[in-house]
Every structure is written in C-alpha cells, then in structure tokens.
C-alpha cells in the first residue's frame, strides 16, 4: 500500500536508500516528502525497517556536530542505532516544512555496511531508492536527487 501524502507529513517516517558506492543510509523524514520509490510501498519499508533495526550493532558510530541549539546526546542516540549497524544517517533540516529536501548527516558508521553484504532480497528491496552520488563524505543531502 502506498504512504498518502497526509500520513507523510504528519509522521517521521524512517526510509532506506543505497549511494553510488553501495553504502546505505537511513532518512528520518521529518515530516518532509518521500521519495516516490519509498513511498510506493508501505511494506517494503517496513520489512526493511524491521531487517535494519534487528541486525546486530557493530563498532560505535562517530558523532558528527550537530546545528546550533540542538541537544547532541538525546538527539544523536536515535541516530547512531543505525550507525551501529553500518548505516549513514541523515535528519530533515527543518521539521514538518514538505517543501525543504535538505537533511544533515547526524551520524556516521565506523565501518560502512555495503549492499554486496545484504541478502539477496534485502538488497533488491533497498536498490529501489538510490542516491546518486557517494554519501561517503557528504554532511548534507538533498532528497529531492534521490531516484
């Protein structure tokens, strides 16, 4: 089933995407407009949300700063489960506001998990939404080059 626009901007709503290396990051949406890759399927999100979230954590995540004002360590612990398991993770920039694509990098994985590493399903599921450039080195990202 796909995510109506109306469910997109009241939820922050966590999604899944592959970079051109084949490192994966996670997107809290904040609020903001998905993907249309993500949002065509509301259960191939949630079988890759619950893949994500049950993989065992590995090395710590490296903390990057976050904008002024923000409180590092509540905010940064959501993030950094996703770290832990390998993943890039991003924040919407401005909450709640649809028309803003920008997000920010909150935390960083030690050692980057790759697609190759996935199972075959898994990995099928994820190659639905791509960045198109590396996420490797990026502190922003604009959602709206995602395919």
Do not use: C
């Not at 979230?53 to 903390?63: I, V």
């Not at 590092?72 to 924040?91: C, E, I, K, T, V």
């Amino acid at each position: 089933m796909r995510i109506d626009d109306i469910e997109q901007e009241d939820a922050d709503i966590d999604w899944f995407a592959t970079d051109s290396n084949g490192y994966i990051l996670h997107v809290a949406s904040g609020g903001g407009v998905l993907p249309e890759s993500v949002a065509a399927s509301q259960e191939v999100l949630l079988e890759l949300h619950q893949y994500f979230l049950t993989m065992p954590e590995a090395e710590s995540a490296e903390a990057v700063p976050l904008e002024a004002g923000a409180e590092q360590d509540a905010h940064f612990q959501g993030f950094a489960r996703y770290a832990h398991r390998g993943l890039f993770s991003f924040a919407k920039a401005q909450l709640h506001d649809r028309a803003d694509a920008r997000y920010y990098v909150v935390a960083r994985p030690v050692r980057p998990l790759t697609v190759a590493e996935l199972p075959r399903h898994i990995a099928t599921l994820l190659s639905r939404t791509q960045l198109p450039a590396s996420v490797a080195q990026q502190t922003s990202l604009d959602i709206s080059t995602i395919l």
